[in-house]
């Protein structure tokens, strides 16, 4: 009977081999891959108990999706660079994840019949086979191009393309390439900027369109029986609600749009009307225009027009240069091309001038704001002499020493050093390399280093799970980690940039990284993330110079990230959040870290015996709550802060044990650090009309970033709010920051 069993188990994986090499349009040299990309960690449950776990047979797809992840991540990263120049970091970004994200591989896996293949035992959660059926009947009546589905996409189903992703790269001998050609027409129809433009967050929009008129959102989560619902508030009168019976971002999502409809409805279409003048040159472009657009900028509070050359053709002596400038804003990114001009200045005044007539043409913002235009005659301003930006050949041959490495394209380690501030006093017109920084670098960077990591992790460690060399691939190439980087090999010294304060507070962070173990992975101060970005940026530039062959790129860049942090060294230095639950669970106390996220941004918020202790916002949901867990720590170790003294005013601490009027204390703070002031939001509202219970948060924007944290429950919005002040000030003191 076993034999038999093991006869039609054969015959089933010969045929899901066939269908599935089908589906790719490639034939696997080495089959076992392609086995263990397809097979659950469920599929073993009650089967071959008595063969030894070590056999290959007992391969799931969890190891190969550790790998696939940053596979694709770099593969997209790659293609997205080379094939948009012009776009900055940010939509490069938002562009990477809507192509590689769980929704969108999720419906790869259904539309190309993925997941009728995927090895799993009857032991699988049924209620997961239901989830992903009703999720395969949804998909069926969707369009090509669907960005934010009403149901849950199965994260099974997006784990395993990633693995085939792994799989193939393994089975090409890690050729990435290869494996792009391949994959890229699974991923088809890539989601393009227009596409991402038509089809914004939901959530995102609402808060964006209601931030530009001064107005406050509040998405307030709650529960009828198994129903989850989610309402929708502006400046505290009800909007819309949501519902969904699976999640509540789902609901979140459905309640967005539903608010975004009611909105639409009442909107005013004429806002806030801006005035400026200017006058027309010879050539029916605007006067100054580039003056004109950045004053433009500045009353709507948007970055500073950034220019670059998109085209420059001709002999010496007639050269002609197309300008391409850009703004990024609320809603996205503005770009425009000028006309063809003899000298760059003139084309990127042609440029400042195209968009500032686009923005009338359009009434741009959706009739939000109306542009009114006086014509008049404008003086021009003599243009100032502008510093040469060219690197200093010494400096360049200096960092190719401490890379070991020497640039066949110089001017691509010039970018990577250069940061975006460098150019708002010293760019030069006629420099062709003068508007590059380090961002683009970056974006490619992170996924870089992401996948060279995790195929030396993977390969150097065969017997972890992927639970054990997650810890290890962030431990590596964390910020905390690739900041000491920069400040040992002493990159620091060699970063171009306009940044007030820079200098001290890397050299706050080298002299405490000089007290350290080099091993050390949590430190109690924070590291300057430009330091972080700028290895990131390194690793991008070799790897572009290197034609993107990984391979020597981690021969060059494993010496540099020496020493490689191991598990031994992660046992020893466990993370935060794992000594947390440990050492509360030695006092018999109950640890709950609560995650939110809020537009694009993750916040976690531990409580420990229901009471809450700290809080951290990030870009990623497992840093935030690494942060809040080290936060927890440190005030959990002591009853109150031992070095008051720091701060330049008193304060007195009420029977909760806050801080007295700390939302004034806050804002002098602020003041004194040159900070932007503190804004409040309603986080939670919950209990009857006359027992209400609120919770704020308090959040800053900063130099290095933004600081948040919410605060406790109260019973009075102006107690929430001192709450979430005082937890902030708290802090702001226990990370040595004031």
Not at 267 to 273: F, L, Q, V
Not at 582 to 602: H, P, T, Y
Request: charged fraction near 25%; charge should be neutral.
């Amino acid at each position: 009977m076993d034999s038999l069993l093991s006869m039609e188990e054969e015959e089933e994986k010969s045929a899901t081999i066939v269908a599935v090499e089908k589906i790719l349009s490639y034939s696997f040299k080495d089959k076992a891959l392609l086995v263990e990309a397809l097979t659950h960690p469920a599929y073993y449950n009650n089967k071959n108990k008595n063969i030894n776990n070590n056999g290959e047979s007992f391969r799931s797809y969890q190891r190969l999706e550790f790998v696939g992840d940053v596979v694709l991540g770099l593969a997209v990263s790659k293609y997205l660079y080379l094939e948009h120049h012009s776009l900055g970091p940010g939509q490069l970004t938002d562009l990477r994840s809507v192509n590689v994200g769980n929704d969108k591989l999720a419906r790869v896996a259904v539309r190309h019949g993925l997941h009728r293949y995927f090895r799993h035992n009857n032991n699988l959660d049924v209620s997961l086979l239901h989830e992903v059926q009703e999720f395969a009947d949804e998909v069926s009546q969707e369009g090509d191009i669907v960005l934010h589905g009403s149901i849950k996409a199965p994260k099974v189903l997006a784990d395993i393309v990633e693995s085939l992703a792994a799989a193939i790269y393994f089975d090409l001998n890690f050729d990435l390439q290869k494996l792009w050609v391949i994959f890229r027409d699974l991923l088809k129809p890539i989601v393009t900027l227009e596409v991402l433009q038509q089809q914004p967050h939901p959530i995102d929009t609402l808060y964006k369109q209601c931030a530009k008129q001064g107005r406050e959102v509040a998405i307030k989560p709650w529960r009828d029986g198994a129903k989850n619902i989610a309402s929708v508030y502006v400046d505290g009168v009800f909007v819309a609600s949501g519902f969904s019976d699976q999640l509540m971002d789902i609901a979140r999502l459905n309640a967005a749009k539903q608010a975004l409809l009611e909105l639409a409805k009442s909107m005013p279409t004429n806002i806030g009307r801006l005035d400026f003048s200017f006058g027309l040159n010879k050539s029916l472009e605007i006067e100054g225009a580039m003056q004109k657009l950045h004053e433009f900028c500045q009353k709507k509070r948007w970055a500073i027009p950034s220019y670059s050359i998109v085209k420059a053709e001709g002999p010496p002596h007639a050269k002609k240069y197309v300008c391409l400038v850009q703004i990024e804003t609320v809603d996205g990114c503005l770009s425009m091309e000028g006309e063809e001009k003899s000298k760059k200045k003139v084309a990127k005044n042609s440029a400042a001038s195209c968009i500032i007539r686009a923005l009338l043409d359009f009434c741009f913002c959706f009739g939000f704001a109306f542009l009114v235009i006086k014509s008049c005659i404008c003086k021009r301003k003599k243009p100032h002499q502008e510093a040469k930006t060219k690197m200093a050949s010494s400096k360049i041959r200096a960092v190719e020493k401490i890379l070991s490495y020497r640039f066949k394209n110089k001017s691509l380690l010039e970018e990577a050093l250069t940061h975006s501030s460098y150019y708002n006093n010293n760019n030069d017109d006629d420099d062709d390399e003068s508007f590059r920084s380090y961002q683009r670098l970056e974006f490619v960077g992170d996924s870089v280093l992401g996948l060279a990591l995790s195929e030396y992790l993977y390969l150097e460690y065969p017997s972890l799970g992927p639970g054990q060399l997650s810890p290890l691939h962030d431990a590596n190439i964390s910020n905390e980690k690739l900041a000491r980087v920069a400040v040992r090999h002493h990159l620091d010294s060699y970063i171009r940039h306009n940044i007030r304060d820079f200098r001290r507070k890397v050299q706050q962070f080298a002299d405490a990284v000089s007290q350290e173990d080099d091993k050390v992975l949590y430190a109690s101060i924070k590291a300057p993330k430009i330091l972080a970005d700028i290895v990131e940026s390194l690793a991008a530039a070799i790897y572009v110079d290197l034609k993107f062959d990984l391979q020597k790129l981690w021969v060059i860049f494993r010496d540099l990230l020496d020493p490689i942090v191991t598990p031994e060294v992660l046992q020893q230095q466990p993370h935060p959040v794992t000594t947390l639950y440990e050492q509360c669970q030695k006092q018999g106390r109950e640890v709950d870290i609560k995650d939110l996220s809020i537009e694009a941004k993750n916040i976690a918020s531990v409580y420990v015996d229901g009471a809450f202790v700290a809080s951290d916002i990030s870009d990623d949901k497992d840093t935030a709550r690494r942060n809040a867990a080290q936060l927890a720590l440190l005030k959990l170790s002591k009853s109150m802060p031992t070095n008051l003294r720091r701060l330049d005013f008193s304060f007195e601490l009420n029977k909760s044990f806050e801080i007295e009027g700390a939302k004034q204390k806050l804002h002098e703070v602020c003041q004194k650090k040159r900070w932007a002031k503190p804004s409040y939001s309603i986080v939670k509202e919950e209990g009857p009309s006359n027992d209400k219970k609120y919770v704020y948060s308090v959040q800053i924007a900063t130099e290095d970033g933004g600081l948040f944290m919410v605060g406790e429950e109260k019973s009075r919005v102006k107690e929430a709010e001192n709450s979430a002040a005082s937890c902030l000030i708290r802090a702001l003191l226990d990370s040595n920051i004031i």
